[in-house]
């Protein structure tokens, strides 16, 4: 795991960006495509809004990138909630993506066909490679969930499922996420993380004792990838560096 502190949201949103462009120029070396796992949330808005302006929206090739969802609320597209909507907004809409290269989690049709659907996706894509996305983007709530992987939820421990929908009471809405399985075996996971109110959950999730249960985030860790965090200097108050 490699951990990286920015000063605030403006610099680790650049530095991510950047980051994420050269990763992916240094992937497409070698392969034709690239896979990208976006997240929702509100933290990664800035990060995406780089990456559509100058110099990325020229220099990454847009073209050969395949993107899918981490998890998504099912609700409407339109609806502002909505995982995909807010990156098309910030990100899709405005850079030169090829339309059938994008995989959205859908809301037009009932949570457990969608997360049906996808599953049957990620299996026609993946196939019986061993390793799965590229690059997995992953938020963390306060509460130390990452994708719809919630504290005590039994979604936490699926090891057969890719994709799967569930009701969650606290927001009154179904969500539709991918499981752990699918993240741990992709070449690279980026947390991205900010903000004083997730410093007490992010030096439990790296420092403190393993409880999944409690800290979901703490399952995520690629069998044969790379893990980073990416962290603004409030996030990391609590963690202590070279423990
Ligand atoms: O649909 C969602 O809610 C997200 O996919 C979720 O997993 C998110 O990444 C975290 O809750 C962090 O969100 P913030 O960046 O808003 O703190």
């Known amino acids: 795991m490699e951990i990286h502190i920015s000063k605030d949201t403006e610099q680790l949103s650049n530095e991510l960006a950047e980051w994420i462009s050269h990763y992916i120029q240094q992937v497409l070396e070698k392969k034709e495509r690239f896979t990208f796992v976006l997240s929702g949330g509100g933290t990664p808005k800035l990060l995406y809004s780089k990456l559509a302006e100058m110099p990325y929206k020229e220099s990454i090739p847009w073209n050969r990138i395949h993107f899918f969802w981490g998890d998504e609320r099912a609700v409407p597209f339109e609806d502002s909630r909505n995982n995909a909507r807010m990156c098309f907004e910030e990100l899709l809409e405005k ?23 996808y599953e049957s996706i990620l299996k026609t894509y993946f196939q019986d490679s061993e390793t799965t996305f590229d690059l997995v983007l992953l938020g963390m709530g306060d509460d130390g969930h990452t994708l719809s992987l919630f504290p005590g939820t039994d979604v936490i421990h699926e090891q057969n499922a890719w994709a799967t929908s569930f009701f969650l009471p606290a927001q009154d809405m179904y969500r539709i996420t991918l499981t752990a399985p699918p993240v741990n075996q992709s070449a690279c996971v980026v947390f991205l993380a900010a903000g004083s109110g997730k410093a007490e959950t992010l030096k439990n999730v790296l420092q403190g004792e393993r409880n999944m249960d409690l800290y979901p985030s703490q399952i995520i860790n690629p069998e044969n990838g790379q893990l980073h965090w990416f962290v603004d200097e409030a996030a990391a108050s609590l963690y202590q560096s070279g423990k």
């Open 95 to 117: 850079v030169p993506v090829v339309a059938e290269n994008i995989h959205v989690m859908r809301t037009d049709i009932d949570p457990d066909s969608s997360a049906e659907a």
